[in-house]
């Protein structure tokens, strides 16, 4: 490799940095599954799902490593004495920052087993446990969308306070029932609510 760029790594840096603004579209919807499955993966799990901040934060940390590429071969390349080796100090101070960012994404999911509703959110230390006898209600939100009454999502209360809405999508839709039969025999009350749609 030294033999086709001498000692210009240049070339290296910028590639890379095209990979990473390029990929930050990409890598973050196979190396969230990736990694949450490698951690977090269980037979118990009858719904499991990344939070939106997991995509959104490992977008994030590829766009962390692009920049601090870019700063990295700003800096070299307005220094003088270029053809002096230099530390890449400015990789190693992004690197954490950018591990660190992605972690965190890593760690925003939510799921369902038989013991209840599970949640760790983004910027959270500690998962939140909340079991079929701790919850207070679950609202169920309808909308309209063409004309049509659609529910939207399911509010799910603790006695604590606590609460997380998890979104009505497809995949939910074919676990829905299977939770809905853990919130009976749990005697959880369920209530529908309608809010219009935002204009």
Same mark, same amino acid.
Request: net charge neutral.
């Given at each position: 490799m030294k033999a086709m760029i001498g000692q210009d790594? &240049?070339?290296? *840096?910028v590639g890379m940095i095209v990979i990473f603004i390029i990929g930050s579209f990409f890598f973050p919807l196979f190396l969230v599954i990736f990694f949450q499955d490698i951690f977090f993966f269980s037979r118990d799990h009858i719904y499991f799902q990344p939070l939106l901040s997991a995509y959104v934060l490992f977008f994030a940390g590829s766009m962390l490593m692009a920049g601090t590429l870019l700063l990295d071969l700003l800096y070299n390349s307005r220094r003088e004495h270029k053809n002096l080796k230099h530390r890449p100090w400015m990789f190693f101070l992004g690197l954490p920052a950018v591990i660190l960012t992605c972690i965190l994404g890593i760690n925003s999911y939510f799921y369902f087993d038989p013991k209840g509703l599970h949640f760790n959110e983004a910027f959270t230390l500690e998962r939140t446990d909340m079991e079929w006898s701790d919850m &207070?209600?679950?609202? *169920?939100v309808t909308t309209r969308e063409n004309n049509t009454i659609t529910l939207k999502?399911?509010?799910?209360?603790?006695k604590d306070g606590s609460h997380f809405t998890v979104q009505n999508d497809r995949d939910f839709f074919d676990y829905r029932n299977k939770i809905y039969a853990y919130?009976?025999?749990a005697d959880v009350p369920m209530k529908t609510v309608f809010i219009e749609p935002e204009e």
């Open positions: 790594t &240049k070339p290296i *840096k &207070k209600e679950v609202i *169920k999502e399911h509010e799910f209360i603790g919130l009976e025999a």
